[in-house]
């Protein structure tokens, strides 16, 4: 029997919707001090179908309804077993390790800020200026990202950024209770007029475990 594992919370957490990815009950499990919510099937096809983007979607509606209540350790989807007694081995692994995250985290979120520039680069007949109008783009996003960075302290008790396509996302770790005030903070930058920013959250603190669950 195939698990679909949404998360791992502290052993009080309750979900409301018992409904997972593809109409699958969420069910959940405790093992040393922590929970562990899953969706069960006979074969993980059933959550692997077309489009997966509305997986995705189902999937985390049920962390985030977690997460309103409390920390939550997300795992990325999908993240498959092949039974109960996996899942048990995994626990009895990774529960301890589990549990000092959950208090550590407990009153944390992380808010995400993606960087983009306004056109995508182009591929130049010319190698050198290709390499050097990529390095321009480099160079103002970090430069920016460094100034929201600055912006953000001392609200971000930790902050963490990586590159992507024709842009940069940066991750900071705030305080539940200083999200609108770090919103209303970011509301202040000005952003050069090449670049984009599209700040969400708050979302549980994936881009901080330093480890994958």
């Given at each position: 029997?195939?698990?679909l594992?949404y998360?791992?919370?502290?052993?009080?957490?309750?979900?409301?919707?018992?409904?997972?990815v593809?109409?699958?009950?969420?069910?959940?499990?405790?093992?040393?001090?922590?929970?562990?919510?899953?969706?069960?099937?006979?074969?993980?096809?059933?959550?692997?179908?077309?489009?997966?983007?509305?997986?995705?979607?189902?999937?985390?509606?049920?962390?985030?309804?977690?997460?309103?209540?409390?920390?939550?350790?997300?795992?990325?989807?999908?993240?498959i077993?092949?039974?109960?007694?996996?899942?048990?081995?995994h626990?009895?692994l990774?529960?301890?390790?589990?549990?000092?995250?959950?208090?550590?985290?407990?009153?944390s979120?992380?808010?995400?800020?993606?960087?983009?520039?306004a056109?995508?680069?182009?591929?130049?007949?010319?190698?050198?200026?290709?390499?050097?109008?990529?390095?321009?783009?480099?160079?103002?996003?970090n430069?920016?990202?460094?100034?929201?960075?600055?912006l953000?302290?001392?609200?971000?008790?930790?902050?963490?950024?990586?590159?992507v396509?024709?842009?940069l996302r940066?991750?900071?770790?705030?305080?539940?209770?200083?999200?609108?005030?770090?919103?209303e903070?970011?509301?202040?930058?000005y952003?050069?007029?090449?670049?984009?920013?599209?700040?969400?959250?708050?979302?549980?603190v994936?881009?901080?475990?330093?480890?994958?669950?």
């Amino acid at each position: 029997m195939a698990l679909l594992l949404y998360c791992v919370a502290d052993s009080v957490a309750q979900l409301n919707s018992q409904t997972g990815v593809r109409g699958s009950t969420v069910s959940a499990s405790e093992h040393s001090g922590v929970k562990v919510f899953y969706s069960e099937n006979t074969t993980p096809e059933v959550w692997l179908r077309e489009p997966l983007r509305s997986s995705a979607r189902q999937f985390h509606g049920v962390q985030q309804e977690l997460f309103r209540a409390g920390a939550i350790i997300p795992f990325r989807f999908p993240t498959i077993l092949e039974s109960c007694d996996q899942l048990r081995e995994h626990l009895d692994l990774r529960s301890t390790e589990y549990k000092s995250l959950l208090r550590r985290f407990a009153n944390s979120v992380q808010m995400d800020l993606a960087l983009t520039h306004a056109t995508a680069l182009q591929a130049s007949s010319s190698g050198s200026d290709y390499l050097r109008e990529r390095q321009t783009r480099s160079r103002l996003l970090n430069h920016f990202a460094a100034d929201l960075h600055g912006l953000a302290t001392p609200l971000a008790k930790d902050w963490r950024q990586r590159s992507v396509a024709n842009g940069l996302r940066c991750f900071a770790l705030v305080e539940r209770e200083q999200v609108h005030e770090f919103n209303e903070k970011m509301k202040t930058v000005y952003a050069p007029a090449e670049l984009s920013v599209r700040i969400s959250g708050p979302w549980p603190v994936a881009e901080f475990l330093d480890f994958s669950p």
